[in-house]
Nanobody
């Protein structure tokens, strides 16, 4: 069974950086999009960044210019580099994988907590 495992979350001060990683337990054939979502307490889950099979990327307006999604094809690992972190970035971050990039993901990670606080 496919598992996505996130790592790299933690506590960071405002203005700091973190890099999240998402490793797949096995190669998932046919996946066309890998993405990062986040959910803050009392808020709906939101799409943060997505990378397609051809390498194109999209970001939510709230993180554009600060976050970068990337992928290591050799290890099938996806990363989210987060710079200039703000308190409003505090959330549980989930990685995902989807066969159809326009549909709900087919696979989810368990989530990793990111807390931005002084």
């Amino acid at each position: 069974q496919v598992r996505l495992v996130e790592s790299g979350g933690g506590l960071v001060q405002p203005g700091g950086s973190l890099r999240l990683s998402c490793a797949a337990s096995m190669t998932i054939f046919g996946i066309n999009a890998r993405a990062w979502y986040r959910q803050a307490p009392g808020k709906q889950r939101e799409l943060v960044a997505i990378i397609s099979r051809n390498g194109s990327t999209k970001y939510s307006d709230s993180v554009k210019g600060r976050f970068t999604i990337s992928r290591d094809r050799a290890t099938d690992t996806v990363y989210l580099q987060m710079n200039s972190l703000k308190s409003e970035d505090t959330a549980v971050y989930y990685c995902s994988a989807a066969y159809d990039p326009d549909s709900e993901p087919d696979y989810w990670g368990q989530g990793t907590q990111v807390t931005v606080s002084s």
